[in-house]
Every structure is written in structure tokens, then in C-alpha cells.
């Protein structure tokens, strides 16, 4: 008998607990907008990389690096600016759009590539972080419509005219670390009558 007390009373309790368990939800602390870079590969003259690192306010850090055939030290230009209103809530629409949110693609496992033309992509979503790696043109050419407004709006940032910084220490668009934590509904405590008196 009190065993199965027992056994009712955990099962009451887990009954209990499973809702909030259920509803309970991934949240990413959303520190950056988004993150890109692409890197082309010319065998005539060299490799060139650029990324962008867009923040919440719309301030953003860009940097374009050069590496000859010879090989040598890269060339380095370093930006920084915040990008004007209408710049960042076109920004925001693309990133915003609903097939353009489904695009998911894994990791590259790296090894030789065979015409380099890369566009890497992170961007933090309120329950993830949605990831892009293309190696080449061919593998974005599924996703070429909905990626085509993004990297005609790369391209806008960089004719932007922004002083490039004097100092060149690169750090290739470092994103902030993205937290995840655990968010769980508030549980509704049911009031218990008041006894008579």
C-alpha cells in the first residue's frame, strides 16, 4: 500500500513537471547579426579574403586580405564604421526572409577545392545559429536566389568609402560567443481554498 503511494506520488510529480519540460525552449543570446566571409583564388595574382562582422546597432567591422602567388606577408585592409539605416534593415529583411532562413548546409571537411570560391555564413537565430559553407559557385547554385540579394549587399558595403584603420592586426571578423540557455515557462501554481471557518 505505501509503495503505491509511492509510485502515484512520482508519477504525479512527473505529470507535474512534464509541461514545463516540454515547453521548454533553446534561446540564443543574440550578440552579433551575422557573420560572412568569402575567399577567391586568382592563379594569376593570389588569393584574396574578405569578412564582415555585423553587431546589433548596425556597427560593423570588415576586412580584406591579400596573399600574392609569391607568397609573402598578406596585405591587410581593416574597416570600421556603422552602416547607415537604410543599408541595415535591407540587411535585416534579407536575413529575415523565410527561405532564406531554411538554408542549412553542413561543414566542409576541407581537402583540395577545385575553383576556391567560398561564402561561409553565420547567423544567430532566436532558438539557433544558422550555418552556410559553400566551397565553390556550383554548391550555392540550389540556394543562388535567395543568396544572391545577400552578396549583392556585400558588395554594397564594400564601395562603401571608409577609411581603412592604420593599425592591421587582423582578427578575420571574430564573432562574440554565442550563448545558449534554457528558457522555461513560469508554472501556474493552482491557489488551494481557504479553509472554513
Not at 97 to 115: D, M, V, W
Not at 132 to 146: A, G, L, Q
Not at 160 to 188: G, M, Q, W
Request: aromatic share 8%; glycine share 6%; proline share 7%.
Amino acid at each position: 500500500m505505501c509503495r503505491m503511494k509511492l509510485i502515484s506520488g512520482g508519477l504525479w510529480l512527473t505529470l507535474l513537471l512534464f509541461p514545463a519540460v516540454a515547453w521548454s525552449q533553446v534561446v540564443v543570446d543574440r550578440t552579433y547579426v551575422i557573420r560572412a566571409e568569402t575567399t577567391t583564388v586568382d592563379t594569376y595574382t593570389g588569393m584574396t579574403h574578405t569578412c564582415i562582422l555585423v553587431q546589433a546597432d548596425g556597427h560593423y567591422r570588415r576586412e580584406r586580405t591579400f596573399q600574392g602567388m609569391s607568397g609573402g606577408t598578406p596585405y591587410v585592409d581593416i574597416y570600421v564604421d556603422k552602416l547607415p539605416d537604410d543599408s541595415f534593415k535591407r540587411l535585416q529583411a534579407i536575413l529575415d526572409g523565410e527561405s532564406f532562413q531554411k538554408i542549412n548546409t553542413p561543414l566542409s571537411r576541407g581537402g583540395i577545392i577545385q575553383n576556391m570560391d567560398t561564402l561561409i555564413v553565420s547567423i544567430p537565430r532566436e532558438h539557433s545559429v544558422q550555418n552556410m559553407d559553400f566551397m565553390t559557385v556550383s554548391e550555392r547554385k540550389p540556394y543562388e536566389k535567395d543568396l544572391k540579394p545577400l552578396l549583392a549587399w556585400m558588395k554594397e558595403v564594400e564601395k562603401r568609402k571608409v577609411p581603412a584603420l592604420k593599425e592591421k592586426t587582423s582578427d578575420n571578423c571574430a564573432a562574440p560567443v554565442v550563448h545558449f540557455r534554457t528558457s522555461l515557462p513560469p508554472l501556474e501554481l493552482e491557489e488551494k481554498p481557504k479553509p472554513q471557518p
